[in-house]
């Protein structure tokens, strides 16, 4: 089997993004299990597979496409969708990143008829096999993305850390944020907001292994990568119940040792006008119980190792293959 797997650039070597992340970590999987991968457009493939479009008209036998979150906020919506849509109808088969995914797809841009799944991004264990960053403080905290945007919701998380008033701890803020690489301290406790900037992530892997839990809490979250990396490499995570995020926590976790009881999605999967505060006592407290925590506690990352999502696509690959 050829898989055509491309972008404008017809690499994936310097891709940033968390998408571009993901492939560069697939094609090598896939190649493990003999499926030929090429970014040549012009080569005769037996599937294409379009990241979150397809960037070219090509003779490929079928086409599959990745599908992330759609546009949902309500001023441009429909304006952003466009293209994610031309390509959703083109689709012989879909692979949704997440069910949220897949939910918000159907609410947005229709159902379709072809065949559809839900497979989950993924990472390799063994790239996280390194030593722990030294340690600063006793308690440690870390959120991480490629860019600080107001539906990751900073504000909420930084003000969530001061109010928790924990002696000895530090939260690392890792990625573009307006501040810049600086720390913030607050003497009187021995505790700081150090904003680290963009990490390479051999550098985020040492930070992975240090602190005592990871947060996200953005808002309608797709299948955030810095989640799965996180979860593979061993580390606690605390997510919000909207978006794709739970998915991997109650697959990982399904006793949810840190998540509130009674936190619900109120999502109506219309278009969104506004992004809301995250109540910040809720999260807060969550990092006070951690920080009385001796150990972490166990948890299953194995469904998101990168082999098995390897083996997913390729499953479907074949299913999509055999249809009429």
Known sequence: MK??????????????????????????????LGIMVSRDPEEECDIQLGVGKFVFDTSCK???????PVHFFKKDYKKLNRIKKDAYKKADGIIYQSKFCQ????????????????????????????SRRPKEFRHNFMCSTREWTDQKRLKDIVGAFWDAKIRNSCLYVCGYADKGKMTITDNTRKCAVTY?????????????????????ITYLDACPNAVVEALVAGCPVFVC??????????????????????????YNFKPVTAIPDYPQRILADVMTR?????????????PFYIHKTARHY?????EVLCQK
Not at 62 to 68: E, M, P
Not at 290 to 302: E, G, I, W
Not at 314 to 318: L, S, T
């Open 3 to 32: 898989v055509l797997i491309t972008n404008k650039y017809r690499t994936w070597e310097n891709a940033t993004t968390g998408k571009g992340k993901f492939i560069r970590r697939l094609i090598p999987e896939l190649a493990k």
């Open 290 to 302: 951690v920080s009385k925590r001796k150990t972490r506690l166990p948890f299953d990352a194995s």
């Open 196 to 216: 680290t900037g963009l990490l390479g992530d051999k550098a985020l892997a040492h930070y992975y292994k240090m602190v005592d839990l990871f947060i996200n």
């Open 314 to 318: 390729k499953q479907f690959f074949n």
């Open 241 to 266: 119940p909207d978006g794709g995020a739970m998915e991997l926590l109650t697959i990982a976790d399904p006793k949810l040792h840190e998540m509130p009881k009674w936190q619900k999605s109120d």
């Open 103 to 130: 939910d918000l797809a159907h609410a947005f841009l229709g159902k379709q008829r072809c065949p559809e799944a839900i497979i989950y991004n993924g990472a390799s264990p063994s790239f996280y096999e390194v």
């Open 62 to 68: 079928k086409k599959i496409l990745r599908l992330g």
